[in-house]
């Protein structure tokens, strides 16, 4: 049997995360659903490090996530969020943060995005092309997980299934997925497993 990626251990969170107890597997796309409140976005934040909880334990690969180096860490497990913040500067500026030397074009490809976004102002573009350089920019540092924050919330169908296709093929090259969504369609579309959160615990 597959050892969890992340394992959550009697984990709390203020009022947000109570109790939970949860084991995440590698190699698949888990989609985290539930009503507003419910802790969704404090559970990836808890996986990245951002939050240390008020008791309990967070494990990546049987490390507690609060002796790693957090650098290193986020890095590792990168966190896409709802609303991205986009540096100063051009758009291969934000990508040169990630990964000074990885090709700026390879990067917005693997988002969907066409090589021409490179030379613009990352903080002129629309909300969803602002989603997918944040998607581009946390890809750029060789993640092997993917937090994301209902990602596609605020785009097109068109825009949102480039999104889709592209943590797919992250997927299908070895990485593992966790996705917040609230999008019914989407869960049924993409999910391979299914972890519903209400009252801050998870089923």
């Known amino acids: 049997m597959t050892e969890p990626l992340f394992r959550f251990c009697d984990v709390s969170l203020g009022s947000r995360v109570v109790d939970l107890s949860l084991a995440i597997e590698p190699g698949i796309i888990t989609m985290i659903t539930g009503p507003s409140g419910a802790g969704k976005s404090s559970l990836l934040r808890l996986a990245n490090g951002l939050e240390r909880p008020d008791a309990g334990e967070v494990l990546f690969r049987g490390e507690p996530v609060s002796s790693l180096a957090p650098r290193p860490h986020r890095r590792m497990v990168a966190l896409v969020f709802q609303q991205p913040v986009m540096f ?10 990630a990964h000074p030397t990885r090709s700026p074009l390879e990067l917005l490809e693997q988002a969907g995005l066409d090589g021409s ?3 613009r102002e990352a903080k002129e573009l629309s909300g969803g092309e602002k989603q997918r350089v944040a998607l581009a920019r946390s890809l750029g540092t060789n993640p092997d997980v993917l937090l994301l924050d209902e990602p596609t919330s ?10 889709e296709a592209s943590t797919q093929a992250f997927v299908e090259a070895g990485g593992t997925v966790v996705w917040v969504s609230h999008d019914t369609a989407q869960v049924q579309r993409i ?3 299914v972890v519903t959160m209400d009252g801050g615990a998870a089923t």
């Open 154 to 163: 605020a785009l097109d169908d068109a825009s949102g299934a480039l999104i």
């Open 117 to 119: 976004f490179a030379a």
């Open 191 to 193: 999910a391979q497993r």
């Open 88 to 97: 100063a500067g051009s758009v291969a500026d934000n990508l040169a943060a």
